[in-house]
């Protein structure tokens, strides 16, 4: 079933989590354990289908008319066990209704990440952790690309001094994936 999700992606260039990426966030949800998940970032439900596998309850969030529909599709067909709520919003002015959450996973517009953490991190259980996955965004270097990737990529830098230097949080980072955060109140 996800391999399938994951092969479309591949063909019409959905951005989804990649492998290894995957394999982190579910040990970390194994080791937590994790519970209650809040994704911001659907797509089209491929890592809220395998956090759903894992036995997770998922409210997710997309933006996107077209990833909606597509999520709505996949979800239609693969969350057999009604896991997986998914709310068609943008999430930076979303105000329905939400539950507490052991983990809160931000893999949506890069820009806005210290945005969503502050949002949504009311919305943490006490012992919850947020993850966020593109913090090293392709290895892309400021003199190799446009102006508006160096602006993006000088925001996630300065996203990454914000976790580092949250009085709230102890956040470490990790290789895996695109390069991913875990962040848990100290
Ligand atoms: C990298 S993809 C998510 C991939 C997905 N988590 C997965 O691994 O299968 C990012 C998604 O976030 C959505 N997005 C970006 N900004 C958003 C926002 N403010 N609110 C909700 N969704 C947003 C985009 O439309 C896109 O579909």
Do not use: W
């Amino acid at each position: 079933m996800l391999e399938e999700i994951k092969q479309y992606a591949k063909d019409h260039q959905v951005p989804i989590i990649c492998d290894d990426g995957l394999l982190f966030l579910s040990k970390v949800i194994q080791e937590y354990p994790i519970k209650q998940v809040l994704e911001i970032g659907t797509a089209i439900g491929y890592s809220a289908l395998a956090m759903a596998s894992l036995g997770c309850k998922v409210d997710t969030l997309e933006r996107k008319l077209e990833m909606y529909e597509l999520a709505k599709i996949n979800l239609e067909t693969y969350d057999k066990n009604n896991q997986i709520k998914l709310i068609y919003a943008d999430a930076l002015t979303y105000h329905g209704e939400l539950k507490t959450y052991d983990l809160i996973f931000i893999d949506a517009a890069k820009a806005q990440y210290q945005r969503f953490f502050e949002k949504y991190m009311p919305y943490l259980n006490p012992k919850g952790i947020i993850v966020c996955d593109n913090l090293r965004f392709h290895d892309l270097k400021p003199e190799n690309v446009n102006r508006h990737t160096k602006q993006l990529l000088r925001k996630i830098e300065t996203f990454k001094a914000f976790l580092l230097n949250h009085p709230e949080f102890k956040t470490t980072f990790v290789e895996q994936g695109d390069g991913m955060s875990i962040s848990q109140r100290k």
